[in-house]
C-alpha cells in the first residue's frame, strides 16, 4: 500500500513492471525522461550513478530495471522528492535507490571527493531571458520547465563534479541549446562522445536530442541514427513502443 495526498495518482510504468506517484498539479514525467534513460550507458552488475533534476524520480526508477548499482537522484522541490521516495519505497527499491532534497547547486560541497560512474539529467530547458511571459503560474511546472533554480551551465559544472575520471554524464535538451551544450561540457571536462536527435515524426524537424560525454575523455563524437517517435499512421514506431511498453 502507498499513501497518495490529494491529487496523487499511482501510474504504471508498462514496460519495466513499476509504479510511480503521480499528480496534474505537479510537473509529471514526459517521453523525455524515458529517452534518457533508455539512451544513457549505465553498469549492468555495480557502480554509483546520480540523477540530477529527478523530479518524481522517473529516471532512477527506470535505470533500477537496467542496473544493479546504487542510483540516487537530486531534486530541489520538496513535495516531488517526497513523491519520488514514496514511489521508491512502493517498489521496494530502498536499498538501491535514495533521493535528495537539494538545491543541486550544493551538491559538490556536499559530497567532496566522491565520484560517480555515471550522471543523468533531464534539466529545464528554458532560459529565463526568453519567453518569461509565458513562464507557468504554477511554481512546479515552471521550475520544471525554465532556469529558475539552476541554468544550464550550473547543470553541467556539478555533473562534472559529480562524475569520476572517465565517467559518462548524460543529458536529454532541445536541439537549439546544442552549441550551448557542446560549449559547456568542453569547458567542465566533458568530452561529448555520442549524439542522438529525436524527430516526432519522418520528415520533420529535430526536437529533441540526446548527448552523452566522458569526463576528461579523447575528442570523437558519434552521431547515431534519428530516433522518430510515430511512424506515418499516427503511431508510436517500434522503437518507442519497446521503451514505453516492452512489445
Known amino acids: 500500500m502507498v499513501d497518495l495526498i490529494g491529487d496523487e495518482r499511482l501510474d504504471y510504468l508498462f514496460a519495466e513492471n513499476l509504479r510511480i506517484i503521480q499528480s496534474p498539479s505537479v510537473f509529471s514525467f514526459s517521453l523525455d525522461a524515458v529517452l534518457l534513460a533508455q539512451f544513457a550507458y549505465v553498469p549492468i552488475q555495480k557502480g554509483n550513478i ?108 556539478v555533473s562534472s563534479h559529480a ?29 561529448p562522445k555520442r549524439l542522438q536527435f529525436v524527430h516526432s515524426k519522418l520528415g520533420k524537424p529535430a526536437n529533441t536530442l540526446l548527448i552523452e560525454g566522458i569526463k576528461d575523455g579523447n575528442p570523437d563524437l558519434k552521431i547515431l541514427p534519428p530516433l522518430l517517435v510515430y511512424d506515418e499512421n499516427g503511431e508510436y514506431t517500434i522503437e518507442v513502443r519497446k521503451m514505453l511498453f516492452a512489445e
Open 163 to 191: 562524475a569520476k575520471q572517465g565517467g559518462k554524464v548524460a543529458f536529454v535538451h532541445r536541439p537549439g541549446r546544442l552549441l550551448d551544450i557542446i560549449t559547456l561540457m568542453r569547458k567542465y571536462r566533458l568530452e
Open 50 to 157: 546520480i540523477d540530477l533534476c529527478t523530479g518524481n524520480g522517473i529516471i532512477p526508477l527506470l535505470l533500477s530495471k537496467r542496473t544493479k548499482g546504487s542510483i540516487t537522484g537530486v531534486e530541489i522541490q520538496e513535495r516531488l522528492a517526497n513523491m519520488a521516495k514514496r514511489s521508491i519505497d512502493y517498489n521496494g527499491l530502498t536499498d538501491r535507490l535514495s533521493i535528495m532534497n537539494m538545491d543541486l547547486k550544493d551538491l559538490p560541497a556536499l559530497i567532496g571527493n566522491k565520484k560517480y560512474d555515471v550522471v543523468t539529467c533531464n534539466p529545464p530547458y528554458f532560459p529565463l531571458t526568453e519567453n518569461e511571459e509565458k513562464i507557468n503560474s504554477n511554481k512546479h511546472y515552471a521550475i520544471a520547465r525554465h532556469e529558475i533554480e539552476c541554468t544550464l551551465e550550473d547543470v553541467v559544472r
